[in-house]
């Protein structure tokens, strides 16, 4: 079984940086480990995800350019480095896992974390 863990979250102001970490209990290789949002009041939706053995990308048109997603293979953990944050992407992150490839709906991810808050304030 496979267990995230994410951390990082917390309050920022607009045009700041925040770097979420998604821990893995064990060796995500062949996995994809997407990231995921849910502000209230809206449905979760998807921000980006990393293909882990290739270490290939994609990224939601609202965070590309200022979202990346990183991984360090010795730690097990994805990151997702968010700059230029605004009003708007305030919301529990979450990422997620599920074997082989990024799908950009959440019905096909297995694994969550736990959630993390992210607020950015104007």
């Known amino acids: 079984q496979l267990q995230l863990v994410e951390s990082g979250g917390g309050l920022v102001q607009s045009g700041g940086s925040l770097r979420l970490s998604c821990a893995a209990s064990?060796?995500?290789?062949?996995?994809?480990i997407g990231w995921f949002r849910q502000a209230p009041g809206k449905e979760r939706e998807g921000v980006g995800c990393?293909?882990?053995?290739?270490?290939?990308?994609n990224y939601a048109d609202s965070v590309k350019g200022r979202f990346t997603i990183a991984k360090d293979n010795a730690k097990n953990t994805v990151y997702l480095q968010m700059d230029s944050l605004k009003p708007e992407d305030t919301a529990v992150y979450y990422c997620?896992?599920?074997?082989?490839?990024?799908?950009?709906?959440?019905?096909?991810?297995?694994?969550w974390g736990q959630g993390t808050q992210v607020t950015v304030s104007s």
């Open positions: 997620a896992a599920r074997l082989w490839y990024c799908m950009t709906s959440d019905k096909g991810y297995d694994y």
């Open positions: 990393i293909k882990y053995s290739s270490g290939r990308t």
């Open positions: 064990k060796d995500t290789l062949n996995y994809a």
